[in-house]
């Protein structure tokens, strides 16, 4: 066998021990990391994803986005907002852009900072895809607006989605939508739906 061959072999065998240790490796940080999410335990949260191994083998991208998801749990805006900056000012894929910028309009839209949100959203229009476009359209005019002409399109789409999480989200929309109305008890009755379909989801 020639050097050359043996040094290809040796190449490829150790990039393919890298990418089995890197696969355990993620296996093991985002099994610990969700055991702690699911526990609403932060500290150990972080922790899983601040260690030497986590932060040399999972890309520094997927560890802030998972940064931000677990301060999100823990309703910790400060943090939350601090973590968001990172992630949109980082170098990313056109994927890993299109779904940032959409978590950057919902957080926005939900802390009431509507100049960014509105700069999310027209980001969106310009360079997301058409249904993701159209979704977060509905909630500025809805949450943003304080729209309420849209209810009767909005239930029609609940009644014939078959798609759980998108009855959640349509469901929010239109009890947002009575209260922007004045209609509190529709609203309530609306909102009681969502609980019903996140609670049986736990």
């Given amino acids: 066998m020639s050097t050359v061959i043996i040094v290809i072999l040796i190449v490829v065998i150790s990039e393919v021990a890298y990418l089995i240790i890197q696969n355990l490796v993620q296996n093991h940080v985002l099994n610990a990391y969700t055991k702690a999410i699911e526990s609403r335990d932060l500290e150990a949260a972080l922790e899983a994803l601040d260690t030497k191994t986590a932060r040399f083998f ?10 931000f998801n677990a301060y999100q749990f823990a309703n910790d805006v400060e943090n939350s907002s601090r973590v968001l900056d990172t992630l949109l000012t980082a170098n990313t894929s056109k994927k890993q852009r299109a779904d940032i910028v959409v978590r950057a309009f919902y957080f926005y839209l939900e ?4 100049d960014d949100a509105k700069q999310m959203l027209q ?14 359209t509905l909630a500025w005019e809805t949450l943003g607006e304080g729209d309420s002409s849209k209810i009767d399109e909005l239930a029609a789409e609940y009644e014939a989605s078959k798609n759980r999480l998108d009855r959640v989200n349509l469901a ?3 009890a947002a939508q009575y209260s ?3 209609d509190l008890e529709s ?6 739906k969502v609980g019903a379909m996140t609670k049986r989801q736990e």
């Fill in 58 to 67: 999972i890309p520094r991208f997927n560890l802030d986005y998972m940064r």
């Fill in 111 to 114: 802390q009431d900072r509507k």
């Fill in 123 to 136: 980001e969106i229009q310009a360079t997301g895809d058409a249904a993701t476009a159209k979704r977060c």
């Fill in 172 to 174: 929010m929309l239109i």
């Fill in 180 to 182: 922007n109305k004045g």
């Fill in 187 to 192: 609203a309530k009755a609306w909102t009681d």
